[in-house]
């Protein structure tokens, strides 16, 4: 397997490294990768750049950045002349250890640190007019700094005048291809199914341009997926929040503005879910009829209600028997978080661990010796087995934590348990059955009532007569 860091060691940097060196988000680094502005190489998926390319490209660049050197570009565009050009006076004013370039618009200024090095600041008006000082951390030579100075009197001017940039026109088709190879791909570990939702989003809104998708259009998506696919509302959500984050990073960078972002709208889910928990009985069921390892996979889900993913990625080092807990660290909100085991599960652990051989994960197949990749096949015979219908893995999750509030547990705690970020997203998980309705209405009977009479009202005997005065109807509570 090859080594992700070999490109460090040939010298080469990362877009986080690069965007720290150049002060800008890494989004900015990607966008300008796609726009082929900034000298690059790809290792596999991975951008990488080299520091004296980079070093090049910024000598180039160092003066066209700012407005007022328009006029020289054509002819001159050297430091020296610029200097010659803007800078007051002609010359630098300073001391040993500190020196200042007055441009009229702005200076900027080298201190030496103890080390001998320089480091450079900027002087500049802020928009209500005072004059502010900022460290350039990434300039390692005054033309670096000049170009930070430049930009910024340009972003202080924009948002006094509210000037903004024009935006870049661009199809959908063609923002689509960079949404998935320059962020989804890099970003995201679910980007598989972005791929497979792109394609349908691909044929609807292929033809057009980013700015004519606007509120009127999403709607008529969202009608014509529902009456051409056999999906659900909450499918179609899933493709309205993909697109919703889509946009916002073309306003981010600059395909879009931001008045042209349109407003989202998404069907209610909470009536749409489906109450599908898996009894005690068609879990003996479905146990007696599972291979082992699935067998295993359902009684952790079971007890520690884990997603089928986080199982399956799950490793020796993150189960502590000794403890009894669980590191759960392949989470949907990639926070890490802890799940306790009970005897059961600590029981079936041991087992496991007596035969795992030497993979570092939990899960492998008897065959290959390699982790799981998912349940499909294995899953889907089980139930059929077992005559079970309309049961997915994720619903032992639903199970897990409903028998938990069946059994009296709170939800903050049911809430960490699960690794939600509020209490709304697990009470839509929690489906208490008929029985536990029902217990919960009986317990409103009074056992010992004190009055006779009400005791005869529950029992149907008699009822409060209506002629009687307000007095005595006030004696039978």
């Not at 170009?147 to 959908?172: C, D, S, W, Y």
């Not at 890099?186 to 509120?215: C, H, P, Q």
């Not at 028998?403 to 939600?420: F, Q, S």
Request: charged letters at 30%.
């Amino acid at each position: 397997m090859a080594n992700p860091d070999a490109s460090v060691d040939r010298g080469l940097l990362s877009v986080g490294q690069v965007a720290e060196l150049l002060n800008l988000h890494p989004t900015t680094i990607y966008q300008k990768v796609t726009e082929g502005g900034i000298p690059h190489t790809r290792i596999g998926r991975a951008v990488r750049f080299d520091r004296r390319q980079i070093d090049d490209w910024l000598d180039r660049r160092a003066v066209k950045e700012n407005p007022l050197t328009e006029i020289v570009i054509s002819h001159d565009v050297s430091l020296e002349a610029f200097d010659k050009q803007f800078l007051r006076g002609g010359s630098t004013v300073g001391n040993k250890t500190s020196r200042y370039w007055n441009y009229g618009i702005g200076g900027v200024f080298s201190r030496t640190t103890a080390g001998g090095h320089d480091r450079w600041y900027l002087q500049y008006k802020d928009e209500s007019g005072k004059w502010r000082q900022e460290v350039v951390s990434h300039a390692l030579t005054r033309a670096e700094a000049v170009v930070a100075l430049q930009a910024k009197v340009r972003e202080v001017f924009e948002q006094v005048h509210h000037v903004k940039p024009r935006t870049k026109r661009i199809g959908f088709a063609e923002y689509s291809k960079m949404y998935l190879d320059d962020y989804a791909k890099v970003n995201k570990r679910s980007w598989r199914t972005d791929v497979s939702a792109m394609k349908i989003l691909d044929r609807y809104f292929g033809r057009l341009s980013l700015a004519e998708i606007g509120g009127h259009r999403l709607e008529q998506y969202k009608n014509w997926r529902l009456g051409n696919y056999p999906v659900t509302k909450t499918t179609v959500n899933r493709d309205m929040a993909l697109l919703r984050r889509m946009l916002s990073l073309a306003v981010e960078w600059g395909y879009l503005d931001e008045t042209q972002m349109p407003k989202f709208r998404f069907y209610p889910e909470k009536d749409n879910l489906k109450e599908r928990i898996l009894t005690q009985e068609e879990e003996q069921r479905l146990l007696a009829v599972c291979p082992p390892r699935l067998t295993s996979m359902i009684i952790v889900a079971l007890n520690t209600g884990m997603r089928l993913g986080e199982i399956l990625g799950l490793r020796w080092n993150q189960v502590d028997l000794a403890s009894g807990r669980i590191r759960v660290e392949r989470t949907k909100s990639g926070r890490i978080r802890y799940v306790d085991m009970n005897e059961v599960l600590i029981a079936e652990f041991r087992r496991l661990r007596e035969g795992r051989g030497r993979s570092e994960f939990v899960f492998t197949s008897p065959i290959t010796g390699q982790p799981f990749v998912d349940a499909g096949s294995a899953w889907a015979t089980a139930l059929r087995r077992a005559g079970i219908k309309g049961l997915r893995f994720h619903d032992l999750r639903h199970t897990f934590a409903t028998r938990l509030i069946e059994h009296g547990v709170n939800l903050i705690t049911v809430k960490d348990l699960l690794g939600h970020s509020s209490v709304e997203i697990t009470q839509r998980y929690t489906h208490p059955n008929d029985s536990l309705k029902k217990a919960a209405v009986a317990a409103l009977v009074p056992t010992a009532p004190a009055d006779e009479s009400l005791l005869n009202i529950y029992d149907g005997k008699s009822a409060p007569d209506e002629k009687k005065p307000l007095s005595d109807l006030r004696s039978m509570n």
